[in-house]
């Protein structure tokens, strides 16, 4: 029986430009997707610093949770 071990992908991964907040601490590098947060001015998850807007290029990820009541 064969095994999928190293094998490459050839699947394409999909990016975009994506809205995320970043930690404002100079020591931490937390960051979360804007979908994914669970307010609308979200703490970091790390150290619990404010966070800022930004855009970062990311592989495309769907957070089902936000559609499911």
Known sequence: ????????NT????????????????????????????????ACPLCNSEMKESTKLLQVVVNNSIYSK
Do not use: H, Y
């Open 11 to 42: 699947e394409e991964v999909k990016t975009e430009e994506v809205k995320v907040w970043e930690c404002i601490s100079d020591s931490c590098n937390g960051w979360l997707r804007d979908n994914f947060k669970s307010s609308d001015q979200p």
């Open 1 to 8: 029986m064969a095994m999928g071990f190293g094998r490459k």
